[in-house]
């Protein structure tokens, strides 16, 4: 009896001592995963707060001064970027007289262009407007990259309250030596401002900045004054990134900063429909106007 209780002493005993061990485990695993999550924490604290000190101290030697009103802090402020006007109505953008949906081609231009692949353009703005377009040509031969964000809200507002949850975005490619020069792509720059702004306004949009890729490095558009020559010297400069060829949205819109004759937009247009796409839009901050 005595020989009894003292086995299940000893057994009892060392369950207790295996429960200790396990607690002890626990313990000190769980100080282990919160020492991770604040090391971690602090990391991320000290990233951003370093990353705003440089910001400050950028600031401090190289002051940005609104391009119109000359106050201190955004290259474009709030008030300047508000004065920019964003069209109401949209038009068909071959014969840019019948009034359609968000820039449709309309059935008389459709019927006589069977070579325009865009199934319409939305113009956010006036390409008169001497903000606007100082502000681009800041942007792409100035390199002042943070003129995207203003830009960037222009297309947002001009896309706001608009169904697009079915339409992915991409951008026109740069020829890679081009992008390496300027260092960035403008038009990728302004899909990433738009998705984070229209973010704010819990708009979620699919934005594929590779779904194209350029490989000419043709001569600028805006030097060649020829419509036809235009035409020419864009076509067969892209090509479907082969990373989505099985899987491409079935409608897309291209964003772009400035489109005169719709020649470059057309011609990714054309490559995305021979490959799959069902309809591609074209969405730009302005437009200048020149007749086909
Ligand atoms: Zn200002
Ligand atoms: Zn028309």
Redesign the pocket.
């Known amino acids: 009896m005595a020989n009894r209780t003292l086995v299940s002493s000893s057994l009892s005993n060392k369950i207790l001592d295996e429960l200790d061990e396990l607690m002890l485990i626990f313990v000190l695993s769980f100080f282990y995963k919160y020492f991770i999550y604040l090391s971690l924490h602090f990391t991320h604290i000290l990233k951003k707060y370093l990353q705003m000190e440089f910001k400050k101290l950028w600031h401090f030697v190289f002051p940005s001064y609104c391009i119109v009103c000359e106050k201190f802090g955004d290259y474009l402020c709030e008030d300047c970027l508000n004065k920019i006007p964003i069209r109401i109505r949209d ?8 009034e ?1 949906f968000l820039g449709k ?2 059935g ?3 019927q006589k262009n069977k070579s325009f692949f865009l199934d319409g353009l939305i113009v956010s703005s006036y390409f008169k407007h001497p903000v606007l377009i100082q502000s681009v040509y800041l942007l792409k031969y100035a390199l002042l990259k943070d003129l995207s964000l203003p830009l960037a809200k222009i297309l947002a507002k001009k896309i706001n309250n608009q169904i697009y949850s079915n339409f992915s975005f991409t951008s026109v490619p740069l020829h890679q030596e081009k992008e390496l020069f300027r260092g960035f792509n403008q038009s990728i720059l302004l899909g990433r401002k738009l998705q984070s702004e229209l973010l704010k306004q819990k708009i979620t949009i699919n934005f594929i900045p590779d779904l194209l890729t350029r490989k000419k490095n043709n001569k600028a558009q805006m030097t060649i004054k020829m419509i036809q020559k235009r035409k020419e010297n864009i076509k067969g400069c892209f090509k479907l990134n082969k990373s989505y060829t099985t899987k491409l949205p079935e409608k897309i819109i291209i964003i772009d900063d400035i489109s005169t004759t719709s020649a470059t937009l057309n011609e990714c247009a054309k490559v995305l429909k021979r490959n799959g796409v069902k309809i591609v839009w074209g969405i730009v901050l302005a437009r200048q106007a020149i007749r086909f």
């Open positions: 038009f068909c953008p071959i014969c840019e007289k019948n359609t081609i309309c008389i231009c459709k």
